[in-house]
């Protein structure tokens, strides 16, 4: 036990340096008068409830729920076959494979945001081939965004699920049996609900507090809570409303989180 | 006369170019306990699997029932297995495993829960149904899984390896009560197993494997005593083989001496080698046709394993009676203890 501690050292210092602490400061922002002008004496206040009740901050924070999960689940329809799919490969390429879907991660997001960007501007091009996208500002761009820059995300914790899962345990149940489909809803589905968790919560996070990419893709026409909280901070800067909403989306998250969890039993996810 | 369930010919499966069954023919009677018995290697996992439906064979047919396996998928067929892991599922426990083929039957819950009910009362495990599969024994999951298939009752029962996992007291319970729920549940079980003793114990038939290629089929007192090659002999217990020259029927000679056999059928002067248990034979002090000199002696606990070196070979003998190394001995045996076989190349 003694070993231990030593050994976790270094993690709990980091994790008290740079999320504790920060956290703890973000929550003290939130319900104080404490800003960058007055790091004096403090006193608690109410005010900034009131930014959550703003219809933007409500908008936005609604925006963000919304196309987050539509992708997630996006990424999970398109994560699933393709674990499932590189899992029951059979062949030695299986590694170049795996290693095909995690390279787009190794380049800077930001790049490839651009990169959908000037795709999705009326001008780019795809012009070439007859094609103008014009998607600026769509939900559509920003599912796509999301969805490709997410999916890796979602595909591998599947992916290394499926993969350690005992073959035998398909062919018993096809011995007592069951077709391909009642495996698949009876075996294969429960026993990869750790990966699908992970998955989720792998892609949820991100999309969540995403801000770059709305701010790229949707010309300023889709606000996601990301957006409005940077703005708070950096252009107007009111310290203590940017903190209540970064608070309102922390208790978003771990509400949406704890459903995620409730399907986990075993707990043998990241939380 | 009994009915063949299984008829298997000519079957023929390679993976990677590699043959790993070569021709097989075999049968199964309704009701009969058969054993796939040889080395890690030979085969006989995938013979079962052929079977079972997860792997289709290159060449050759099975028939099960009178219908030719191969248009069934493993879920149509009347065939349920125990593997050699359990694969028992995880997320479900003991009593929604052994449901599992039920429901997959569409069959009425309360039919579901009488019959879950009784065969954890043949399987001995009456007030397991809500426990978590994780917190079984290794035979208690071995129970489970028998039970899982059993309670589909099938008409073929395929079991491959079942009791590699367990310890020696537990495995040698397992045979027993195996071979007893064959006899209750009068369907055909298949074993397969490396293990050449549990072959002998619970078998109506044994098929010794080896390469791919069925070296005898019989009944556990007919291979152990009259193996049809140097593998069976080699395999199935310890045997002394020994070079010999058959001079007519009923008669053979090795190690330079005449014996009577109780062999027929050879050609005049053919080599052929001789097989003779170790406990077949005695050991007198006085000189006899074979005489040799102790070269070790070992207590293996019913008996003494003693080795006796004639003419710079080895010769396993089981004995009651101590002897000391050095004792010059000579070898005795009956004539229908020498048991001649066609010369093998090996």
Redesign the interface.
């Known amino acids: 036990m003694r070993r231990l501690r030593i050994i976790t050292l270094p993690y709990l210092v980091w994790m008290v340096v740079l999320v504790l602490v920060p956290t703890l400061l973000i929550l003290l922002l939130s319900v104080t008068n404490l800003d960058i002008y007055n790091i004096g004496p403090f006193s608690f206040v109410t005010e900034g409830f009131e930014e959550l009740t703003k219809p933007l901050v409500i908008t936005a924070m609604k925006n963000s729920v919304r196309l987050s999960l539509l992708a997630t689940l996006i990424c999970f329809l398109i994560g699933y076959p393709t674990a499932y799919f590189l899992a029951n490969l059979k062949t030695s390429k299986k590694t170049m494979l795996i290693t095909l879907f995690i390279l787009p991660v190794w380049s800077n997001m930001l790049l490839r945001i651009i990169a959908w960007e000037t795709l999705f501007f009326p001008n780019s091009i795809l012009n070439m081939f007859g094609i103008s996208l014009n998607l600026i500002g769509t939900d559509v761009a920003i599912l796509i965004g999301m969805t490709s820059m997410y999916l890796p995300f979602m595909t591998l914790p599947l992916y290394s699920v499926l993969e350690k899962m005992?073959h035998?345990?398909i062919?018993?149940?096809?011995?007592?049996?069951?077709?391909n489909m009642?495996t698949f809803l009876?075996?294969t589905l429960?026993?990869s609900l750790s990966g699908v968790v992970s998955g989720v919560i792998m892609t949820l996070l991100p999309s969540m507090t995403a801000f770059a990419l709305p701010e790229r893709l949707s010309g300023g026409k889709t606000l996601l809570i990301g957006n409005i909280i940077e703005d708070y901070f950096m252009k107007t800067s009111n310290i203590n409303g940017g903190a209540m909403i970064s608070i309102a989306l922390m208790v978003v998250i771990i509400v949406l989180f704890m459903v995620v969890v409730h399907f986990d039993k075993?707990g043998e996810t990241l939380i | 006369m009994r009915t063949k369930l299984v008829e298997i010919s000519g079957l023929t499966k390679s993976f990677d170019d590699v043959e790993v069954l070569k021709d097989i023919h075999l049968y199964i009677n309704e009701n009969e306990f058969v054993t796939l018995l040889g080395p890690s290697g030979c085969g006989k996992t995938t013979l079962l699997r052929l079977i079972a439906g997860f792997e289709y064979a290159d060449a050759g047919v099975i028939t099960f029932d009178g219908r030719v396996l191969e248009e069934l998928p493993p879920n149509k067929r009347a065939i349920n297995t125990v593997f050699q892991k359990y694969a028992l599922f995880p997320h479900l426990n003991v009593y929604e495993n052994i449901a599992f083929g039920l429901k997959m039957k569409k069959m009425p819950k309360e039919d579901i829960n009488k019959e879950v009910t009784s065969v954890l009362k043949l399987v001995k495990l009456e007030g397991f149904e809500g426990r978590n599969i994780k917190t079984l024994s290794g035979g208690q999951q071995q129970r489970v899984a028998i039970a899982r298939a059993v309670v589909n009752k099938p008409k073929l029962l395929l079991l491959d390896e079942p009791l590699g996992a367990l310890d020696l007291k537990l495995r040698q319970e397992m045979q027993y009560e195996l071979k007893e729920m064959q006899r209750a549940l009068g369907i055909s079980f298949v074993f397969v197993t490396h293990d050449q003793e549990e072959a002998l114990t619970m078998s109506d038939t044994v098929v010794v494997m080896n390469d791919g290629i069925i070296q005898q089929i019989g009944t556990p007192i007919d291979i152990y005593n009259e193996p049809e090659n140097r593998f069976t002999a080699n395999f199935i217990g310890e045997s002394n083989i020994i070079d010999g020259v058959m001079h007519k029927d009923f008669l053979v000679e090795f190690e330079g001496v005449m014996f009577e056999c109780v062999d027929e059928g050879f050609d005049q002067l053919e080599n052929v080698d001789i097989v003779i248990r170790p406990e077949d034979i005695e050991l007198k002090i006085d000189a006899g046709k074979i005489n040799g000199v102790v070269d070790a002696i070992t207590f293996k606990g019913v008996h003494y394993e003693i080795i006796v070196m004639v003419n710079d070979k080895e010769y396993i003998i089981h004995s009651t009676d101590p002897k000391e190394v050095g004792d010059k001995v000579s070898l005795h045996f009956e004539p229908e203890d020498i048991h001649v076989m066609v010369k093998s190349n090996a």
């Open positions: 005992d035998s345990l062919e018993a149940s096809k011995d007592l049996g069951a077709s009642q009876k075996v429960p026993l075993e």
